[in-house]
């Protein structure tokens, strides 16, 4: 079936420095999005990309499509300590929405 | 705009009894979805309903896990009987439509199987 895989897995970061991660499908998506899920808190979407090669940006968070539309990222550029949490991708094949294995984000003040 | 509303927020209980969660989706929200997210991964779906269709369940333990969305609105999830590896955060969520919608969440449901 299909799988979702994301690394790094963990990432502790001063404030003020940049933060990546990546988003691998086994499968081609039609979409995938994004969220965020705070410590003890739920899934929060934060967006959608569609198209292949699709490059979003929300502040200080880039979102980018891969052309094979197998793979995706998210840029945090000067990471603040409210960016704290989990970031999950989900790709979307066939029929599903299958969440990644997610990427935990410290950010050190 | 109310979110989505679950109940109880936590549950403890003991091995082979039985439990039940709630959710009560955004108004006008046709899809509803049921996730189980273990400690340290992403959701798992089990199941997704379109009204008060069945979707999606081929990851529901059919064995032990049943759900039901009977008048398109709210839906419960029931475990019976819980085995330890069911502890987990339930989340419901819901979407305006079945495909390409952003996903809102519920607070879940923390279970405690002991």
């Known amino acids: 079936g299909q799988q979702v895989m994301q690394i790094p897995q963990y990432q502790h970061v001063q404030e003020g420095e940049d933060f990546t991660t990546y988003c691998n499908s086994s499968?081609?998506?039609?979409?995938i999005q994004w969220y965020k899920q705070r410590p003890g808190g739920h899934p929060v979407f934060l967006i959608q990309l569609v198209k292949s090669g699709e490059v979003k940006k929300q502040k200080r968070l880039t979102f980018q499509f891969g052309e094979a539309k197998k793979n995706s990222s998210l840029h945090i550029t000067a990471t603040q300590t409210t960016d704290v949490g989990t970031y999950f991708c989900?790709?979307?094949?066939?029929?599903?929405?299958?969440f990644g294995t997610g990427t935990r984000l410290l950010v050190s003040p | 705009e109310a979110g989505v509303a679950q109940s109880p927020r936590y549950k403890i209980i003991e091995k082979r009894q039985s439990v039940a969660f709630w959710c009560n989706p955004i108004s006008g929200h046709a899809t509803l979805y049921w996730y189980q997210q273990i400690l340290g991964q992403g959701p798992k779906l089990l199941i997704q309903f379109q009204n008060n269709g069945v979707v999606d369940d081929s990851q529901l333990p059919k064995d032990r896990f049943s759900a039901e969305r009977l008048k398109g609105v709210d839906s419960t999830l029931k475990i019976q009987p819980a085995k330890l590896e069911d502890s987990a955060v339930y989340l419901c969520?819901?979407?305006?439509?079945?495909?390409?919608?952003?996903?809102?969440f519920g607070p879940g449901t923390r279970l405690t199987v002991t």
């Open positions: 499968t081609t998506l039609s979409n």
């Open positions: 969520a819901s979407s305006l439509v079945r495909r390409s919608y952003e996903q809102y």
């Open positions: 989900a790709g979307r094949g066939f029929q599903k929405l299958v």
